[in-house]
């Protein structure tokens, strides 16, 4: 089976899809949200009247906005050429996102629409508490009839708070509410076989049935001008939702009248369908919103074990301890090639998994001096890749 889907079957799939969707997350980036005086109304507009279409027709609707620097940086006429650092980054961030808000919040009152701003981290998601809370507040925001408008909180953001870039943050979203689909619009036209800057019969991929290395593969020949996700990042997001339930888009967001053609079932852009079996909410959680702060080498028994017989880690299988982590952070497990083959929450430090490391459990009192120890990672807290 390949990765792609015929033409037929791929249309089926699509009007299928959108006709089910009921709650859905769109991502706009700011490559199609500015130009060079700031930022532009008309696709401000056009974006308001869509997802006003969108609610209307009885959905639930997120949009996932970029565009707080750029719109920052054109307000107090800053040159493109400039390069910005972090600080100058945040300082823009705060300028532009009030600007940005107050453009929607115009916008979208010309359809009669209410909208909320939600500004995260990526610590406000990786905490499971406040992650659970961020979702009860987009729900009762549903609830409320609003939409709520999406961004990193970039003010406050620095390199190991950060999401790596809106792509990853709008997927995020649509898994922590189990959204139906993601729809990220960019400026480029879809995903492409071959590169169509240099092979005139480059052709786009339409369907997408499973995000394989292959499909990762061709995300170079889809290179947009602007913007810091690319075609990989966007990639890599729609695999995230697939992996929790949900289809993905990846398409052209200045086109006319988009969503209201996605909807109806048009062959544009590339689609990519759910995966077939959903991955548990904590898990997702796990495997996409935690970054590991170590890893662990495990011999072949134990790789076997995991991967082939769902089976928790147990420290006779470790030979190696890398990184520094405390109880309860993400770890990954690693073969004796470094391919890494799961992610899970280590009941011990890195400390204590070192000094217990190739013991059998009978063995650990003994020579570690440690009582009731089994397993360093339990099944329910691993996720295999
Ligand atoms: N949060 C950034 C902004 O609003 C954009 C990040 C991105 O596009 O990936 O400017």
Known sequence: MTPEMDHEEGLYYRQTLFDKAKRVVIKVGSAILTHESGLNDEVVDNLAREIAFLHNSGREVILVSSGAVAAGKRKIRLSDTVELSIKQKQALAAIGQSQLMHDYD?????????????????????????????????????????????????????????????????????????????????????????????????????????????????????????????????ISAAKMVSMGGGSSFIGPGRRMDILKHLFSGEMVGTFFLPHKEKMQSRKRWIAYVLKPKGALVLDEGACAAICGRGKSLLPSGIVEVRGDFKEGDSVRCLDGQDHSLAVGLSNFSSGTVSKIKGLRTSQIEKIAGFRDIEEVIHRDNMVVL
């Open 106 to 234: 115009e916008a979208f009152g010309h359809y009669d629409k209410n909208i909320a701003q939600i500004l995260l981290t990526h610590s406000d998601l990786a905490h499971r508490k406040r992650y659970l809370n961020v979702r009860n507040t987009i729900l009762t925001l549903f609830k409320f009839g609003v939409i709520p408008v999406i961004n990193e909180n970039d003010t406050v953001s620095t390199k190991e708070l950060k999401f790596s870039d809106n792509d990853n943050l709008g997927a995020l979203v649509a898994n922590l509410i189990e959204a139906d689909m993601f729809i990220c619009l960019t400026d480029v036209d879809a995903l492409y076989e071959s590169n169509p800057l240099t092979d005139p019969d480059a052709k786009p991929i339409y369907t997408v049935r499973e995000v394989t290395a292959d499909i990762e593969a061709m995300a170079g020949n889809s290179k947009s001008a602007l913007g810091t996700g690319g075609m990989q990042s966007k």
